[in-house]
């Protein structure tokens, strides 16, 4: 089938490689306001044409697949679903609740299937997209009643076609679960970085002796900004919830220290240590 992708940059690349590799898509049209993006795209052989023709891209198509910033998605996803009659369109956004709102009352609102691709890496851009990212991980699938069960249907085997595991969630529940397993594990980095930067002076220093762990905790304040802070923006009261949680962890952790409580601090880490039951 054709497919239109909106917005070629990481994920949505990717997930036009994937869709090709996977020969679910005969063809795939990218749309863009960059001329620069549409060019690395096709460059890179992520698409098979570019336009900044939206109307027209989404009218040639069988799914529609919005991949912009978390703001950008309020504005574009409405346009999308304007145009569409029997196309299926899906976004891969990081938040659903605002997004899911923002077009419930929209007449082809039954079109639209509410998706997150729970995959990604710190870079962005066209060239940032890599094959295979999807295969093994996880796509949650937000208020599928609310959709055709003729459009979730076929969501379901693009992404199994994918290798991908489904999970069905209310957007609510999406968004408060992404905020503990995804949005503080951003900002935490960001803040790390932070400190890094604020108390080691030295560029020189931080490369000649940051070891694997500080590269893999700092590596998501790589990522960019005009896609976290809508991201933020969206999801500001379940992200302050966590992030008052993360930071009375913290100070617990301060507190036990100052005490020379080792302990109590041997105490938390053998708690903490419960996470490889779950992550393997």
């Given at each position: 089938?054709?497919?239109?992708?909106?917005?070629?940059?990481?994920?949505?690349?990717?997930?036009?490689?994937?869709?090709?590799?996977?020969?679910?898509?005969?063809?795939?049209?990218?749309?863009?306001?960059?001329?620069?993006?549409?060019?690395?795209?096709?460059?890179?052989?992520?698409?098979?044409?570019?336009?900044?023709?939206?109307?027209?891209?989404?009218?040639?198509?069988?799914?529609?697949?919005?991949?912009?910033?978390?703001?950008?998605?309020?504005?574009?996803?409405?346009?999308?679903?304007?145009?569409?009659?029997?196309?299926?369109v899906?976004?891969?956004?990081?938040?659903?609740?605002?997004?899911?709102?923002?077009?419930?009352?929209?007449?082809?609102?039954?079109?639209?299937?509410?998706?997150?691709?729970?995959?990604?890496?710190?870079?962005?851009?066209?060239?940032?997209?890599?094959?295979?990212?999807?295969?093994?991980?996880?796509?949650?699938?937000?208020?599928?009643?609310?959709?055709?069960?003729?459009?979730?249907?076929?969501?379901?085997?693009?992404?199994?076609q994918?290798?991908?595991?489904?999970?069905?969630?209310?957007?609510?529940?999406?968004?408060?679960?992404?905020?503990?397993?995804?949005?503080?594990?951003?900002?935490?980095?960001?803040?790390?970085?932070?400190?890094?930067?604020?108390?080691e002076?030295?560029?020189?220093?931080?490369?000649?002796?940051?070891?694997?762990?500080?590269?893999?905790?700092?590596?998501?304040?790589?990522?960019?900004?005009?896609?976290?802070?809508?991201?933020?923006?969206?999801?500001?009261l379940?992200?302050?919830?966590?992030?008052?949680?993360?930071l009375?962890?913290?100070?617990?952790?301060?507190?036990?220290?100052?005490?020379?409580?080792?302990?109590?601090?041997?105490?938390?880490?053998?708690?903490?240590?419960?996470?490889?039951?779950?992550?393997?």
């Amino acid at each position: 089938m054709v497919v239109t992708i909106i917005g070629v940059g990481l994920i949505g690349g990717s997930l036009a490689l994937s869709l090709k590799a996977h020969g679910v898509a005969g063809s795939v049209i990218g749309v863009d306001q960059s001329a620069e993006n549409l060019r690395k795209a096709l460059e890179l052989n992520l698409i098979d044409e570019g336009t900044t023709d939206l109307a027209a891209a989404v009218r040639r198509s069988s799914l529609v697949v919005v991949a912009v910033p978390m703001d950008a998605m309020l504005t574009v996803l409405p346009q999308v679903l304007d145009v569409v009659d029997q196309q299926v369109v899906i976004d891969v956004g990081s938040t659903k609740e605002k997004l899911l709102t923002a077009v419930a009352d929209h007449p082809h609102r039954d079109r639209f299937v509410a998706v997150h691709p729970m995959a990604g890496t710190e870079y962005s851009g066209p060239e940032a997209a890599v094959p295979h990212l999807f295969e093994d991980k996880t796509l949650v699938i937000c208020d599928a009643e609310h959709s055709h069960p003729a459009a979730v249907a076929l969501v379901e085997k693009v992404f199994q076609q994918l290798q991908m595991r489904l999970v069905y969630l209310d957007a609510a529940s999406h968004d408060v679960h992404t905020a503990y397993v995804s949005h503080i594990s951003h900002i935490t980095s960001f803040a790390l970085a932070l400190t890094v930067l604020e108390k080691e002076k030295e560029e020189q220093r931080i490369f000649e002796l940051a070891s694997g762990g500080f590269e893999s905790t700092v590596r998501l304040a790589k990522s960019s900004s005009a896609m976290w802070v809508p991201i933020f923006r969206q999801n500001r009261l379940n992200v302050l919830d966590v992030l008052d949680e993360h930071l009375r962890q913290l100070q617990h952790m301060r507190d036990i220290l100052q005490q020379e409580d080792y302990q109590a601090f041997t105490n938390l880490i053998e708690q903490a240590n419960v996470i490889r039951k779950i992550l393997k």
